[in-house]
């Protein structure tokens, strides 16, 4: 019965903001189920693609190479401008009346990955510190390709939360403009 959950919680965000701007950023599909997932998982090293209650950011990956090393190049940053906009466009006292109204369902989901005891709003408050608390990195940030997929080169940063990485990928301009916005959400929720 939760997937049943879906069309009363996307007909709240809606409310939010319109189906085309939600659908571009958000997996709506059994998005109660990946929001769950997606906030469990952002303090810890991945979040499962496939369980993300966000998009893929379009485009590809800016970096410059030569033979010695691999850089992000600031044009990556670019590529988030889009999301950040969206989520600065939500009011946050409107999007966190719809997290409280669909709470007990939120709950049943975090319990059923495996939280009988758990409190998903502890769970949510932790994802924003921790994303709250990602370092400002300046200067060029080195990756390496040991396979298909970038990582930094740099252990301590390789070794961030998967939200921590997500403010560094985004660019300290957008990170600092997320952090705005995730620290209004946070006074909202925690009251």
Do not use: C
């Not at 319990?111 to 949510?124: E, Q």
């Amino acid at each position: 019965a939760v997937e049943a959950s879906d069309s009363p919680i996307l007909d709240a965000l809606l409310a939010l903001a319109s189906r085309d701007r939600l659908a571009q950023f958000l997996n709506l599909q059994d998005y109660a189920r990946r929001f769950v997932v997606t906030v469990d998982n952002l303090p810890r090293q991945l979040v499962p693609a496939q369980w993300s209650a966000l998009r893929p950011v379009p485009g590809q990956l800016a970096v410059a190479a030569d033979h010695e090393r691999i850089t992000l190049q600031a044009e990556n940053f670019a590529r988030y401008d889009a999301f950040v906009t969206f989520v600065e466009s939500l009011d946050p006292k409107a999007a966190a009346r719809v997290y409280l109204r669909f709470y007990p369902l939120l709950q049943e989901q975090y319990r059923a990955l495996g939280y009988p005891h758990g409190h998903l709003n502890d769970r949510v408050v932790a994802a924003i510190d921790d994303m709250l608390t990602a370092p400002e990195v300046s200067g060029p940030i080195r990756l390496v390709q040991p396979r298909v997929q970038y990582r930094f080169d740099d252990p301590l940063l390789e070794s961030l939360s998967a939200g921590r990485k997500v403010m560094i990928r985004v660019g300290p301009e957008n990170a600092a403009r997320l952090k705005k916005v995730l620290r209004a959400l946070r006074a909202e929720i925690v009251r």
